[in-house]
C-alpha cells in the first residue's frame, strides 16, 4: 500500500529560526515528489516539484531535498517568517498503467512566533 | 496563472438536503479531483474525472456523486448530506499530459460544509 508519512506533526518555532520537515515515502513506482503549502481555510499551494533524478530544489526560503534511495523528502525553511505558520503536505506521485496516483501526507502544522 | 475557483467558502446545510458544490478550472486542464480534508486524515481522494463525462472513484466514494458536463467545471453532489460529511472540501486540476519534470495539481480555495 502507498504510505507518505510526515514528522513532526505540528512544530512551533521562534520568527527568524529554521526548521526542517521530513517526508517518507513507500510509493510504488516513484514518478515525483511535491510540497505543498496550506494556509488555514485556503487551499494548498505548490512549494517544490522533484522527480528521481533531483535532490535538491530551492524556493526562496524553502529548500526541498529527496533521497530516493532511501525514500526520504524534507523540506528546509531558512530564517523563519510570520507568514510560514502554514501546515505544509507532501505529496508523492506514482504514475502506473492506470494513470497517475498521488498519495498525500498527514501535513505538518508550523507556528511561527515572533 | 492557474485559476480554480470553487462556488462558495462556506455552506451550511441541514441533514438529508441535496448539496452541489461547483468547481471551475480556467485552463483547459483534463484532469479535475475532488478531495475532503478532516483534521489528522489529510486530503482523501472521492472522485476525480480525466474527460467531459468521465469519472472514476477515488478512496472515499460512498455518499458522493460528480457531474462533469463541460471541461471547466466539475461539480459535487451529495444527495442527502449527512452530518459524517462536515468537512472541508478541496477542488483540484490537472494537466492529463505529465511532462519530464512532473505535473502539479492546482487547488481551489475549499469549500467548508457544516451540515447539522
Known amino acids: 500500500k502507498n504510505q507518505v508519512e510526515q514528522s513532526p506533526q505540528s512544530l512551533i518555532i521562534l520568527e527568524g529560526k529554521n526548521c526542517t520537515l521530513q517526508c517518507n515515502y513507500t510509493v510504488s513506482p516513484f514518478s515525483n515528489l511535491r510540497w505543498y503549502k496550506q494556509d488555514t481555510g485556503r487551499g494548498p499551494v505548490s512549494l517544490t516539484i522533484?522527480?528521481?533524478?533531483?535532490n535538491t530544489k530551492s524556493n526562496g526560503r524553502y529548500t526541498a531535498t529527496l533521497d530516493a534511495d532511501t525514500k526520504q523528502s524534507s523540506l528546509h525553511i531558512t530564517a523563519s517568517q510570520l507568514s510560514d505558520s502554514a501546515s505544509y503536505i507532501c505529496?508523492?506521485?506514482?504514475?502506473?498503467?492506470?494513470?497517475?496516483?498521488?498519495?498525500f501526507g498527514g501535513g505538518t502544522r508550523l507556528m511561527v512566533k515572533p | 496563472d492557474v485559476k480554480v475557483t470553487q462556488s462558495s467558502r462556506y455552506l451550511v446545510k441541514r441533514t438529508g438536503e441535496k448539496v452541489f458544490l461547483e468547481c471551475v478550472q480556467d485552463m483547459d486542464h483534463e484532469n479535475m479531483f475532488w478531495y475532503r480534508q478532516d483534521p489528522g486524515l489529510g486530503l482523501r481522494l472521492i472522485y476525480f474525472?480525466?474527460?467531459?463525462?468521465?469519472?472514476e472513484k477515488g478512496d472515499i466514494p460512498e455518499g458522493y456523486s460528480v457531474s462533469r458536463e463541460k471541461k471547466e467545471r466539475f461539480s459535487l453532489i451529495l444527495e442527502s448530506a449527512s452530518t459524517n460529511q462536515t468537512s472541508m472540501y478541496l477542488c483540484?486540476?490537472?494537466?492529463?499530459?505529465?511532462?519530464?519534470?512532473?505535473?502539479?495539481?492546482?487547488f481551489g480555495p475549499g469549500t467548508r460544509l457544516l451540515v447539522l
Open positions: 483540484a486540476s490537472m494537466r492529463a499530459r505529465i511532462a519530464r519534470g512532473g505535473e502539479t495539481q492546482y
Open positions: 522533484m522527480t528521481f533524478s533531483e
Open positions: 474525472s480525466y474527460d467531459v463525462k468521465m469519472k
Open positions: 505529496v508523492v506521485s506514482a504514475t502506473n498503467n492506470a494513470g497517475n496516483m498521488l498519495t
